[in-house]
């Protein structure tokens, strides 16, 4: 699913995920308490949600400075893409409110609060298909979780570090940031990347 995001990603996880994923992290007494303060119907609720895998994505824009100052989210490129029910999801959606709202495009639902977003995310944006993508994870097609983030996308970084120009000439060589993680006869294995101009 990290794969398709838009090819000017800044950052993005991905995960696929199988049927009971979250009963198997937590007990029946943390599903209650978290039920009551959410207001959704866990775990079935969040696994609707997360579909058969899914993919929370940072576009280019984002201003780390900003974020707190956006009460509704609107302008936010931020995401959920997920790959599941799309009419079961758009309910549970539905319940959550503002400042979620979703889009879909067949089995492919996108969560988010910015609507122009959203509908970047449903296309094949391609992020797979480029260098920097290809460099950080070479075995993304094999992995059960990745993790994503490009250091040069939309100048997010340099924002981050100010006027330290310290800081900035530290980070100014680094390129994109991969994790691949996958389990082969019970075992978690990861891969760490970090790749430089």
Do not use: C
Request: charged share 25%; aromatic share 4%.
């Amino acid at each position: 699913m990290v794969a398709t995001l838009p090819d000017d990603t800044a950052a993005a996880i991905g995960v696929g995920l199988a049927d009971g994923w979250l009963a198997g992290l937590a007990d029946d007494d943390t599903l209650a308490d978290l039920s009551e303060l959410t207001g959704l119907d866990l775990p079935d609720d969040a696994e609707t949600l997360t579909g058969r895998s899914a993919a929370l994505a940072v576009g280019p824009g984002i201003d780390p400075e900003s974020l707190m100052e956006d009460a509704d989210g609107t302008g936010v490129p931020v995401g959920l893409k997920v790959d599941g029910d799309a009419d079961a999801i758009g309910r549970v959606v539905d319940r959550l409110g503002s400042p979620f709202e979703s889009d879909s495009d067949g089995d492919v639902v996108v969560i988010g609060p910015d609507a122009d977003y959203r509908q970047q995310l449903l296309d094949d944006g391609g992020l797979g298909d480029t260098n920097v993508y290809q460099r950080a994870l070479p075995d993304s097609g094999d992995a059960a979780a990745v993790v994503f983030v490009d250091f040069d996308a939309g100048g997010w970084l340099d924002r981050l570090a100010g006027d330290d120009p310290e800081v900035a000439d530290n980070v100014e060589p680094l390129e994109a940031l991969g994790i691949s993680a996958w389990i082969v006869d019970d075992t978690a294995h990861a891969v760490v990347r970090v790749t430089t101009d």
